[in-house]
């Protein structure tokens, strides 16, 4: 059994474990987002520019998690649906033509480059953040 003092010293390493865990996470998901975001700004079709800036990136921390999202929103409301399903079908529709450097698969084509990644890169800045933690005795 341990003695309240030590509790207290395991609850608090534990506490900063985790944290260092979920901020390698957060700092490598934050990194992740802006480049598929750059990445998909440049394939995106563009005509009047509307797709192109309703780009979203987003990196939220929670107590227990870190989640990450990436996306196109031109939701402007009932009247304005009609702009989200052509967001849907500029991405969808492999037959359209686009200009040089365009795709359909805007959103696709960098996410699937980063996939396998992601977990790479999230392990490596969790293993800087907990070797941190080590050297400073934590």
């Known amino acids: 059994r341990l003695d309240p003092a030590s509790r207290i010293r395991m609850t608090r390493t534990l506490r900063r474990s985790r944290n260092a865990v979920l901020d390698g996470a ?14 998909s700004r440049a394939l995106v079709p563009v005509k009047t520019g509307l797709l192109k800036s309703s780009l979203f990136g987003k990196v939220k921390r929670s107590t227990w998690e870190v989640e990450a ?24 529709n492999l037959v359209w033509a686009h200009k040089s450097g365009k795709s359909a698969k805007f959103l696709a084509i ?10 790479q890169i999230t392990a490596k800045a969790v293993r800087k953040r907990l070797r941190f933690l080590a050297r400073a005795g934590v």
């Not at 957060?26 to 990445?39: N, P, R, Y």
């Not at 960098?110 to 992601?118: C, G």
Request: aromatic content about 8%; glycine content about 6%; proline content about 4%.
């Open 69 to 92: 999202q990436v996306g196109y929103n031109l939701d402007k409301g009932p009247k304005h649906r009609h702009l989200n399903i052509y967001g849907v079908l500029q991405h969808e």
């Open 110 to 119: 960098p996410f699937l480059k980063y996939e396998d990644r992601i977990m």
């Open 26 to 39: 957060e700092k490598s998901l934050k990194s992740v987002v802006k480049k598929i975001m750059a990445e």
